[in-house]
């Protein structure tokens, strides 16, 4: 988060499978222990593990959780001991597959059916408590590993920047101009602008839009064109006057 200026963010968290049909086992076991357990008295595992990352985050680099942050972690975790652990919800080993998708000339291999988590948590919501006590454990055996975070990605609302542009001299192209590998122009007014705000605000990348364009052997004079460049993922949104003003010299 040291590289991001925001003072607060939301997490979003996904977790294995199997945690929420060990989720469901607990509460079906307590309540058939006649244990003061109920389904709705089971802390929700997912804001457990919100809960703690947000308060690292809190304790360590003094940011606050804002569930409408426009700043947003997102951890997927995994854990390879139970990743089968789903599998009686599905029987049918012949249920069909997802069909191939096909993109842009290319197959993606389809993907078997109820692998997903919305499938998953789809099928276990129309299992009764009879059905999966007799098809899992309940409660739950112990695990002899941690999960591990999948993977751990930052995002962040766009920035969008606004203004006219000038074009004082000819052989400039709105955005690059590329044909087949070869670039027509040798820059452009995208780039002119882009580069220098990406290296200010760290985004992941630009795109400028103008309202209407030129030709890239036509100058833009008089008061300008209208234009707004949106900066993608960007590490920092508290930019100065000043810092725009070094831009545009």
């Known amino acids: 988060m040291q590289a991001f200026d925001s003072p607060n963010v939301s997490v979003g968290i996904e977790l294995p499978k199997s945690i ?14 006649e244990m003061p357990l109920a389904a709705s008295s089971v802390p929700e595992i997912k804001d457990v593990v919100r809960y703690l990352i947000l308060h690292r985050l809190s304790v360590m680099c003094g940011i606050k959780a804002d569930s409408s942050s426009d700043t947003r972690i997102d951890v997927v975790f995994s854990h390879e001991e139970t990743s089968q652990e789903h599998q009686p919800l599905f029987p049918d080993q012949g249920a069909p597959a997802k069909q191939p998708k096909y993109r842009r000339g290319k197959t993606v291999a389809a993907q078997p059916a109820g692998k997903s988590l919305s499938v998953v948590l789809a099928e276990l919501g129309q299992r009764s408590d009879d059905w999966l006590t007799e098809n899992f454990a309940c409660p739950p055996s112990a695990v002899s590993s941690q999960a591990k975070i999948e993977s751990l990605t930052f995002k962040r609302a766009s920035l969008f920047v606004g203004g006219r542009y000038l074009k004082l001299e000819r052989n400039i192209s709105q955005t690059p101009f590329i044909v087949e590998g070869r670039r027509m122009t040798e820059t452009s007014v995208a780039e002119v602008i882009g580069e220098p705000l990406q290296r200010l605000v760290r985004c992941d990348e630009y795109n400028l839009v103008g309202s209407g364009r030129e030709d890239a052997d036509v100058r833009m004079l ?9 900066c993608m993922n960007p590490r920092i949104k508290v930019i100065t006057q000043e810092q725009i003003h070094d831009i545009e010299a």
């Open 20 to 33: 929420y049909i060990r989720h469901r086992s607990v509460a079906i076991a307590g309540k058939k222990q």
């Open 222 to 230: 008089g008061d300008g064109r209208p234009f707004y460049i949106e």
